[in-house]
């Protein structure tokens, strides 16, 4: 993730909504109500300083407000121009960016939503409860479904155990979440008032600090001389490395001013730089930054000029450098695949699009997209039959809000009976370094699983640079293929930035820094359990999840939220959560809205 401005996405949609879900009526005060929506917003802006609860539910009165504002447009049939005209104007009335993101972010979503829209009928309360907590009574197009697993009983679990001492080790290198820049340019504003800056066209600062040539912590992404200066290191490197696992976001993050045309040449550049560089096999899942607009992945269904073909069409042809011609109909069709690495060893590639809260053509109720978890399902039996172990890669983490809770809870489901089958899981997304752990399903105290997130290349926000090595247990019979140990690398920005010589270097390694003797799931359970008694070693995981830059103290909320994620591989799951009436979960998805950057 990647991340999605998720102010600017999640107000867009609102006011998309506000503009397209009311029905009309014949008593409408369009310029009354405009004042009214002002004395709303100034409100609420005021709120977010002093109580988060009240903000919370002027929110909810700002939205069925703005229902009234589009019943004059509706009796008037207004064209999506005019619809896009009267949100750009909201857009910068509540000031969720400048005039010019404001400008041209709705021009970029507004023929997706407004399609999408056009195809739903949602009342005023739906609208309002799908965007905002606690408000209304929420439309849910992917309320639950379930995929049919196979009927074969699943096998007795053996739990696994560490291997015996000088067994051999693949080495596993993992970039994700690179956000290259094209635009970026030493010298410019860091904190132009745009979701994105430290480009030549963002605008002017007032004579504050100024983007390295390196990157920068703020709101900035990777130049890419930093990305080329990352390859050139693991290029001398790569003897040690099996292989690669790359798990997409490649474009920056002016997701207000994208083309499809750009999108594919930021792909097309970095993917030639890693040709270029690394001679070793690579292994891509797809970001939800790919796609223009930002999130946009329609399902097979959506054909013509709407269709998701001329994306996956490249990446079909750019994967296909690392990976079997026989990938390429799967990846032509969902971006997703499966590949055999070496007889008893698949990995399997997931496009986690099809989860993502943002995809909006996902509002069209549409049930395991493109059969995307069925497929994986019939894989992971075809593998168990075969007695094969199974990797599996994606971009957003299943536990994550930004996924969709019935997806979500599926995934979950499939984990869950395959146990014995899957040994690994890597994600990315957050931008951060952390995990998420599955438990059994019946059991809820025994770990089964681990979902490994590893951290970003671009230090969008506040963020060093880094990569991951994962060592896995190697090539003999009756290997594992669990993950034994992992080490994050490195860049320091003020360094780099100070002395001009960008070094990547060793962050920590995870046994030694958590004097883990191993890493199964029941190691990272007690590891979980260590994190809520230990504040030494609380904070220590700490400064790796954010790899080691400056960053805020974590109060209560923080940790418990933290923690929480960490116990959670199902989203909107609050059932491993430590919950007090001090903390609540309400509490908890507060906190994580406000710090979510997706």
């Known amino acids: 993730m990647a991340y999605v401005l998720f102010s600017t996405g999640s107000a867009l949609f609102c006011a998309f909504l506000l503009l397209v879900a009311s029905p009309p009526t014949s008593h409408s005060d369009v310029r009354t109500d405009m004042e009214k929506l002002d004395a709303l917003g100034r409100a609420m802006q005021e709120a977010r300083l002093s109580n988060p609860k009240l903000e919370s539910s002027l929110k ?149 600090p100024t983007a390295g040539k390196w990157g920068d912590y703020r709101y ?34 002016d997701v207000w001013n994208q083309s499809r045309a750009d999108q594919l040449h930021v792909l097309n550049t970095v993917s030639a730089m890693m040709l270029k560089y690394l001679k070793i096999p690579i292994y891509p899942a797809l970001g939800n930054h790919e796609s223009s607009p930002v999130d946009s992945f329609p399902p097979p269904f959506v054909t013509g000029k709407d269709s998701i073909s001329w994306l996956y069409d490249a990446l079909a042809e750019t994967w296909t450098h690392w990976t079997p011609v026989s990938t390429k109909h799967n990846i032509e069709r969902g971006a997703f695949y499966s590949v055999l690495i070496r007889p008893g060893f698949r990995l399997i590639s997931i496009n986690t699009n099809y989860c993502n809260t943002n995809n909006w053509w996902l509002l069209l109720n549409t049930t395991d997209p493109a059969g995307q978890l069925q497929w994986l399902a019939q894989q992971l039996q075809q593998a168990e039959d075969k007695g094969e172990k199974v990797h599996i890669i994606g971009h957003i983490p299943p536990g994550t809000g930004s996924c969709l809770k019935a997806w979500s809870w599926n995934y979950y489901r499939i984990i869950d009976r395959y146990e014995s089958t899957v040994a690994a899981q890597f ?84 046994k030694e820094a958590y004097n883990m003797s191993s890493m199964t799931p029941v190691d990272w359970d007690k590891f979980v359990h260590q994190l809520e008694k230990d504040d030494k070693l609380f904070q220590l995981f700490y400064s790796y999840y954010y790899k080691s830059a400056p960053t805020q103290p ?25 919950l007090t009436p001090e903390v609540t979960w309400s509490d908890l998805q507060n906190y994580k809205t406000a710090n979510r950057l997706c």
């Open 60 to 208: 909810c009165s700002l939205c069925e407000m703005g229902m009234s504002v589009v019943q004059d447009l509706f009796l008037k049939n207004k064209s999506q121009d005019e619809v896009a005209k009267v949100v750009t104007k909201l857009c910068i009335l509540f000031k969720v960016e400048d005039s010019t993101v404001c400008t041209s972010i709705v021009q970029e979503f507004k023929h997706e939503v407004l399609t999408v829209i056009d195809k739903l009928a949602l009342s005023p309360s739906e609208a309002c409860g799908l965007i905002i907590d606690d408000c209304g009574s929420p439309y849910d197009p992917t309320s639950f479904w379930n995929i049919t697993l196979p009927n074969t009983p699943k096998p007795p679990v053996t739990p696994p155990k560490p291997p015996k001492p000088g067994a051999p080790v693949s080495r596993v290198l993992f970039l994700s979440d690179v956000h290259v820049d094209l635009q970026y340019k030493p010298g410019a504003n860091v904190d132009c008032g745009e979701p994105l800056c430290c480009r030549a066209n963002s605008p002017p600062g007032k004579g504050g």
């Open 220 to 253: 900035c992404d990777t130049p890419l001389w930093t990305m080329e200066n990352l390859l050139q290191h693991l290029a001398e490197k790569q003897s040690q490395f099996d292989y690669a696992v790359w798990t997409g976001d490649i474009p920056a993050h």
């Open 427 to 510: 994600f990315g997304h957050t931008h951060k370094d952390h995990f998420e752990l599955f438990y059994d399903m019946k059991n809820r105290t025994r770990p089964t699983n681990i979902a490994y997130i590893g951290p970003s290349v671009t230090p969008y926000q506040y963020l060093n640079p880094g990569y991951k090595v994962y060592e896995i247990d190697g090539n003999y019979t009756g290997s594992s293929l669990h993950v034994v140990n992992q080490q994050t690398y490195i860049m320091n920005l003020t360094e780099a930035n100070l002395t001009d010589k960008p070094s990547w270097k060793l962050e920590y390694d995870t």
């Open 554 to 578: 974590c109060d209560q909320k923080c940790r418990t939220a933290l923690i929480c994620d960490l116990k959670t591989a199902r989203s909107n799951d609050p059932s491993m959560c430590t």
